[in-house]
């Protein structure tokens, strides 16, 4: 069975950077889709980064410019740089891994909060 566990999360000041991590067990070796969403209170989760196997990357416009989707292979982790955090950013961020033959898997979410 396939699980994914985010970390990173955290409390930091407007214009701060976080990095978030999501791990991936067994493997990502498979998979062709990888994504970063966001749900603030009350909101609905909306897709935040995509990247694909092939390494094509997608970004929110609210994001575009200040985020960076990356993974590491050998280490089975999806990462997402986050620079000049905005209180707007402030959300529970969920990672999701797609594999062939319709198998999805999410992560159970790591909360960033952006205050001063």
């Known amino acids: 069975q396939v699980q994914l566990v985010e970390s990173g999360g955290g409390l930091v000041e407007p214009g701060g950077s976080l990095t978030l991590s999501c791990k991936v067990s067994?493997?990502?070796?498979?998979?062709?889709?990888m994504d970063w969403h966001r749900q603030g209170l009350g909101d609905q989760r909306d897709l935040v980064a995509a990247l694909t196997r092939s390494g094509a990357s997608t970004y929110a416009a609210s994001v575009r410019g200040r985020f960076t989707i990356s993974r590491d292979n050998a280490k089975n982790t999806v990462y997402l740089e986050m620079d000049k955090l905005q209180v707007e950013d402030t959300a529970v961020y969920f990672c999701?891994?797609?594999?062939?033959?319709?198998?999805?898997?999410w992560g159970q979410g790591t909360r960033v909060t952006v205050s001063s």
């Open positions: 067994p493997s990502i070796g498979s998979a062709f889709l």
């Open positions: 999701r891994v797609q594999f062939p033959g319709g198998n999805v898997y």
